[in-house]
């Protein structure tokens, strides 16, 4: 079964420096992969996807992501981090494309 | 944003009392999606439905039933509601060639 491992339950970074938010997963084919941002008490916000082509990926609000078959990775980051971007990341890959159907990592919380 | 409601955004409940939560959406996407968030757990997939009367259970579907008369909402019914259901529970519409899904606010269920 498809599955996603999101290794850092916590990372705290200062303002202006550079993130990486880890994301493993497990999955036979080539992936759908995203990136979700939760703000406290929101609901999650699509920051960026990767379907096929080139392997780094633009997102909103400066992130980006690199998804590297050999790793199984989808690894997402920021070069300067702003005090806004403090939230609650989720990995997410398609488990069922016919329903469309998503698996989520456990989440990674972002302190700045 | 897209649009998605759902209602209740906070309820308190007793043990043993039925309880139902709605998801209205305004897009027209074929696909919802009813979510549970819990610490450490992510979001887990309760259930889903992919047309009009056509429903399917999740990977935490135990204790919850759900129904979908109309396109635009999406009913999830805790039958007979246990303190293991208290959580935030989030609705998600999906319906595009892009498999992004998009969610609503959340709502808070405490159940005492």
């Known amino acids: 079964a498809q599955s996603v491992t999101q290794p850092d339950i916590h990372i705290t970074v200062s303002e202006g420096a550079s993130l990486e938010l880890r994301c493993n997963y497990s999955?036979?084919?080539?992936?759908?992969l995203f990136w979700y941002v939760q703000s406290p008490g929101q609901g999650l916000q699509l920051l960026l996807k990767?379907?096929?082509?080139?392997?780094l990926v633009q997102g909103i609000k400066g992130f980006e992501a690199e998804f590297k078959r050999s790793q199984s990775s989808f690894n997402l980051r920021k070069p300067s981090v702003h005090w806004s971007d403090a939230a609650e990341y989720f990995c997410a890959v398609i488990s069922d494309g016919g329903f469309q159907k998503l698996v989520f990592g456990t989440g990674t919380r972002l302190l700045v | 944003d897209a649009g998605i409601t759902q209602s209740p955004r906070h309820k308190v409940t007793e043990t043993g009392t039925p309880v139902t939560l709605r998801c209205h959406q305004t897009e027209n996407h074929r696909y919802m999606y009813w979510y549970r968030q819990d610490p450490g757990h992510g979001l887990r997939l309760i259930h889903y439905s992919y047309g009009v009367k056509d429903t399917d259970k999740g990977e935490v579907s135990d204790g919850y039933s759900v129904s979908r008369s109309k396109t635009e909402d999406f009913l999830l019914t805790l039958e007979s509601a246990t303190s293991s259901q208290t959580s935030v529970y989030f609705c998600?519409?999906?319906?595009?060639?892009?498999?992004?899904?998009?969610f609503g606010p959340g709502t808070r269920l405490t159940v005492t």
């Open positions: 999955y036979g084919a080539t992936p759908y």
């Open positions: 998600a519409i999906s319906g595009g060639r892009s498999y992004e899904q998009y």
């Open positions: 990767y379907f096929s082509g080139d392997t």
